[in-house]
Nanobody, 124 residues
């Protein structure tokens, strides 16, 4: 059972930046593909980014490509999401997810483990 805890959310103005972190409890963290999703009020949870086990392979949703960067530190059992040039439409609860494997998983039902989420609010 992997436990995931996100941090780093907050309120930021349009054009600003935030860095989210997700700490995992499992010592075999490096075996997991790690994803970030987000969910805005009244909307379905949507894929944001995924990083594979070694950290060198990443994949992004078109809506965040070029603005967000996902990375991981396997020594710290942590995955990050650097968010730059934030827009009001990025406002959502951001949730990290984990699953064993090494494929670009982009669907909610691909992931077995989920954190509680951290709120990101971008003001206009």
């Amino acid at each position: 059972q992997v436990q995931l805890v996100e941090s780093g959310g907050g309120l930021v103005q349009t054009g600003g930046s935030l860095r989210l972190s997700c700490a995992a409890s499992d010592r075999t963290f490096s075996n997991y593909a790690m994803g970030w999703f987000r969910q805005a009020p009244g909307k379905e949870r949507e894929f944001v980014a995924v990083v594979l086990r070694g950290g060198g392979s990443t994949y992004y949703a078109d809506s965040v490509k070029g603005r967000f960067t996902i990375s991981r530190d396997n020594a710290k059992n942590t995955v990050y999401l650097q968010m730059n040039s934030l827009k009001p439409e990025d406002t959502a609860v951001y949730v990290c997810a984990a699953r064993l494997g090494s494929v670009y998983y982009t669907r909610v039902n691909n992931y077995a483990y989920w954190g509680q989420g951290t709120q990101v609010t971008v003001s206009s």
